[in-house]
């Protein structure tokens, strides 16, 4: 089996992975769907709101307010929920974002993202099945 981030690593050596931000919010996206079901109650309508906002259906303000009630959780909860409950709420904050942030190429992006949804149930397999799909033409190519 390969890793998911070894087919990043495979798509970054020919590609600019910045340039393809569309989809990796769609495998991010497409991951945690596996998991709405885990997210507790309160946070369930901000994975609706990332996926919204993917669709053109939700604002950036309303991704922002999202995102900032997803953190004030963690902040109020963090004792309380358990590692794998946080690691999969700091994989939807991913989500969250309008775009991948200024500060952080692509690559660490989907690296850190990887590494926290993987953190409740690997689910490696999945993402390399996902990747395949969503970048298959890049894959052929590279």
């Known amino acids: 089996m390969t890793h998911p981030k070894d087919l990043f690593d495979k798509l970054e050596q020919s590609y600019d992975l910045n340039d393809f931000e569309a989809e990796i919010f ?6 945690l769907e596996r998991f709405k079901n885990k997210f507790p109650d309160s946070t369930k309508r901000d994975f609706e709101v990332a996926q919204s906002y993917r669709l053109g259906n939700s604002s ?3 991704l922002k307010e999202a995102r900032l009630r997803v953190w004030k959780f963690l902040d109020q909860n963090r004792g309380h929920i358990g590692k794998s409950k946080e690691s999969i709420l700091r994989a939807l904050i ?7 942030e200024s500060d952080s190429d692509a690559f660490e992006w989907v690296d850190w993202f990887i590494g926290f949804s ?4 690997s689910m490696e397999t999945y993402q390399c099945q ?12 590279a």
């Open 60 to 62: 950036e303000q309303e």
């Open 118 to 121: 993987n953190a409740c149930t």
């Open 94 to 100: 991913f989500t969250l974002y309008p775009h991948i």
């Open 130 to 141: 996902l990747i395949r799909e969503i970048f298959s033409e890049q894959l052929r190519n």
């Open 26 to 31: 769609t495998f991010m996206l497409r991951s």
